[in-house]
């Protein structure tokens, strides 16, 4: 099966998912009171459904009651930002996060259908140079392999109950989102540790030079491989997804992971909470942005998928994508 089949089917399945998600987000969150609903607290014998009792009235104050647990907020009975955030996750998090991961891949589709990939116009040299040493091949796909673990269970997670319980039941999706969360919570601090291996090994060919800019401001040029414009060993695409994607949502993603993952820091119900929407909506941004990045390491740019899975590249491709950093190698040869 040709990488092609391969890209597209997955892009299929992400917008199946995503497609699907996006009709369920659209529903509206019940209401947390009001008249619309009784609660177990109108249901007390003499009192009518929805009118709020005493009791009530005093437990969605958010005021701590008397308790023996030690707990952070375990006297709290009803957190009133509770229902805010269960608004937000399930409201606008959920809804544009869906047409976000939905939107992604048939905007690269597209592209790739009207553009096609970047090609090396010259004959290969048949000259091989090393563009990523062991080291930074060990860095990279120990970083991608955990990313696609953590996309794929957390896409479980935050959008599984749509797409899944039709499909599967309750029954089998409640094992399915239980060893996903799991999964996710292990290999996340693992990930995190990637990131931050990342950007020592990589930090170093990322600073960004004054040709980035001719780079930039030809950037639709380039990228339709209408212009060629010299760069170092990376353009400044790659080191903006190094700088936004790797670097800034990584540590995003990674901080508030770590937060959620380790409750027993005392944390408050807000502050998982707030944790929780920061890592939701940086987690989609940064598959969007991964999505991207996946696309020119395979389809995108011819041979920059071997670049990296075998650390060597032949003079030709080096000089056409690269010119500045071949010169560079020639140079040190």
Avoid at 152 to 178: E, N, Q, R, Y
């Amino acid at each position: 099966m040709s990488m092609l089949q391969n890209f597209l089917r997955l892009m299929l399945a992400v917008c199946m998912m995503t497609m699907v998600t996006v009709g369920y987000a659209e529903e509206a969150v019940p209401p947390a009171d009001g008249m619309s609903s009784a609660t177990p607290f109108a249901q007390e014998e003499g009192r009518t459904a929805g009118v709020k009792s005493d009791t009530q009235r005093q437990a969605e104050s958010g005021a701590a009651g008397v308790t023996q647990s030690r707990i952070r907020d375990a006297g709290v009975f009803q957190q009133t930002q509770g229902h805010d955030w269960r608004v937000l996750r399930n409201g606008p998090v959920t809804f544009y996060g869906g047409w976000l991961l939905m939107v992604t891949p048939a905007l690269m589709l597209a592209f790739y259908l009207i553009f096609g990939p970047l090609k090396v116009h010259s004959a290969p040299a048949g000259r091989e140079i090393r563009r990523f040493s062991r080291k930074e091949q060990v860095v990279h796909w120990s970083a991608a392999g955990s990313f696609v673990i953590l996309a794929l269970t957390g896409i479980i997670i935050l959008f599984g109950k749509h797409v899944l319980i039709p499909v599967i039941g309750h029954d089998a999706f409640s094992w399915v989102a239980i060893i996903g969360k799991n999964i996710h919570n292990i290999v996340g601090p693992f990930f995190a540790v990637a990131v931050l291996a990342m950007f020592i090994t990589f930090v170093r060919d990322n600073l960004f030079k004054a040709i980035d800019l001719q780079w930039l401001l030809n950037v639709h040029l380039v990228v339709t491989g209408k212009k060629h414009v010299p760069s170092y060993k990376y353009n400044i695409g790659e080191k903006a997804w190094f700088w936004g994607g790797v670097s800034f949502l990584g540590l995003i993603v990674s901080a508030s992971g770590l937060v959620l993952d380790f409750p027993t820091f005392e944390q408050t119900r807000q502050t998982m909470q707030i944790a929780n929407t920061v890592h939701g909506i940086g987690a989609l941004l940064f598959i969007a942005a991964g999505l991207g990045h996946i696309y020119m390491g395979t389809l995108g740019a011819e041979g920059a998928f071997k670049a990296m899975k075998t650390g060597m590249v032949d003079e030709t491709w080096a000089k056409e994508h690269h010119e500045l950093w071949y010169e560079e190698m020639k140079d040190k040869a």
